[in-house]
């Protein structure tokens, strides 16, 4: 059974930098795509970045998009997620997510794994 953990959050300055890990157990990592998702108090969960089993394919969504970096080290069983310029409208709970499968698009219900969770604030 895989199990994912978000190590990585935290409190940041606007215009800072993060880096978000999700780390796999149970199960390589190799074989699922992973997505990055996020979830701000009062509004919809929405899905941010996602990467390829052998991370050659990865998406942003537009309030990220050359901000954010997603890559994968299979090595290690790990997916990070680089954030850059954070903004004070970045703060959210971010979760990683697994699915079985060469690549997956951000819609929550096509993956099967979930991580528990990490807090990203961004306040000055």
């Known amino acids: 059974q895989l199990q994912l953990v978000e190590p990585g959050g935290g409190l940041v300055q606007p215009g800072g930098s993060l880096r978000l890990s999700c780390a796999a157990y149970?199960?390589?990592?190799?074989?699922?795509?992973v997505g990055w998702f996020r979830q701000a108090p009062g509004k919809e969960q929405e899905g941010v970045s996602s990467i390829s089993n052998s991370g050659d394919i990865t998406y942003y969504a537009d309030s990220v998009k050359d901000r954010f970096t997603i890559s994968r080290d299979n090595a290690k069983n790990t997916v990070y997620l680089q954030m850059t310029s954070l903004k004070p409208q970045d703060t959210a709970v971010y979760y990683c997510?697994?699915?079985?499968?060469?690549?997956?698009?951000?819609?929550?219900?096509?993956?099967?794994?979930w991580g528990q969770g990490t807090q990203v604030t961004v306040s000055s």
């Open positions: 149970g199960s390589t990592l190799d074989s699922y795509a």
């Open positions: 997510a697994a699915d079985c499968g060469y690549y997956s698009e951000l819609i929550p219900s096509e993956y099967d794994y």
